[in-house]
């Protein structure tokens, strides 16, 4: 029953700030742990963030540790990227996902939101 859609993206400067959401209508994934990825033209999709059910657990890719936080409100079925200081090389379409299986990588994840677009000039 998990339906999520993302939103939230948009076309900004480097050093600028965005804040992703995705947000499950279905209102079911309160217990699950919730990912971000994101893929660039060209690329294969990228693992970005992951939060446990309660938000105490996080972790995150190497190039967005410092800059990228990931949360959740789970009241409001919602999980949330805060991108701060973002770069050109940020730019991608950032999907986010349920982990349904131990690791980090794509395969790991489902109920693929369609994603919103983050493009960074320079």
């Given at each position: 029953?998990?339906?999520?859609v993302?939103?939230g993206?948009?076309l900004v400067?480097?050093?600028?700030?965005?804040?992703l959401s995705?947000a499950d209508?279905?209102?079911?994934f309160?217990?699950?742990r919730?990912g971000?990825?994101r893929?660039?033209p060209g690329?294969?999709?990228?693992?970005?963030?992951a939060?446990?059910?309660?938000?105490g657990d996080?972790?995150y890719?190497?190039?967005?540790?410092?800059r990228?936080?990931?949360?959740?409100d789970?009241?409001?079925?919602t999980v949330?990227?805060?991108?701060?200081?973002?770069?050109?090389?940020?730019?991608?379409v950032?999907?986010?996902?349920?982990?349904?299986s131990?690791?980090?990588?794509?395969a790991?994840?489902?109920?693929?939101?369609?994603g919103?677009q983050?493009t960074?000039?320079?």
């Open positions: 029953q998990v339906q999520l993302e939103s993206g948009g400067q480097a050093g600028d700030s965005l804040r995705c209508s279905g209102r079911t309160n217990n699950y919730m971000w990825f893929q660039a690329k294969e999709r990228e693992f970005v963030a939060i446990n059910w309660s938000g996080t972790i890719v190497d190039s967005v540790k410092g990228f936080t990931i949360s959740r789970n009241a409001k079925s949330y990227l805060q991108m701060n200081s973002l770069k050109p090389e940020d730019t991608a950032y999907y986010c996902a349920v982990q349904y131990t690791g980090y990588s794509s790991n994840f489902g109920s693929w939101g369609r919103t983050v960074v000039s320079s």
